[in-house]
Nanobody, 114 residues
């Protein structure tokens, strides 16, 4: 069974940067569109960035120009570089396939202070 492990979260001031990592077992990264999701308290989980096996990326409007998603299929690893962070980016961040999801990992907490 595929397992996903997110890491790299933390507490940062507004305007700061963080780099999240997602490590997965199996060959999920080479065959699936992968995505980063986030869930803020009281909100539904939403996707914020996705990337195809070939490297085509899409972002929700709220993070365009600030977040960059990337992947290393050989290492079964995906990244989310987050720059110019805002307090509204505060959430637990998760990685998963964009379609046909696998079991969710524990996520990594990102807290942006104003």
């Amino acid at each position: 069974q595929v397992q996903l492990v997110e890491s790299g979260g933390g507490l940062v001031q507004a305007g700061g940067s963080l780099r999240l990592s997602c490590e997965g077992s199996g060959s999920i990264f080479s065959i699936k569109i992968m995505a980063w999701y986030r869930q803020a308290p009281g909100n539904q989980r939403e996707w914020v960035a996705r990337i195809t096996p070939g490297g085509i990326t899409n972002y929700v409007d709220s993070v365009k120009g600030r977040f960059t998603i990337s992947r290393d299929n050989a290492k079964n690893t995906m990244y989310l570089q987050m720059n110019s962070l805002k307090p509204e980016d505060t959430a637990v961040y998760y990685c998963n396939a964009f379609n046909a999801k696998v079991p969710w990992g524990q996520g990594t907490q990102v807290t942006v202070s104003s």
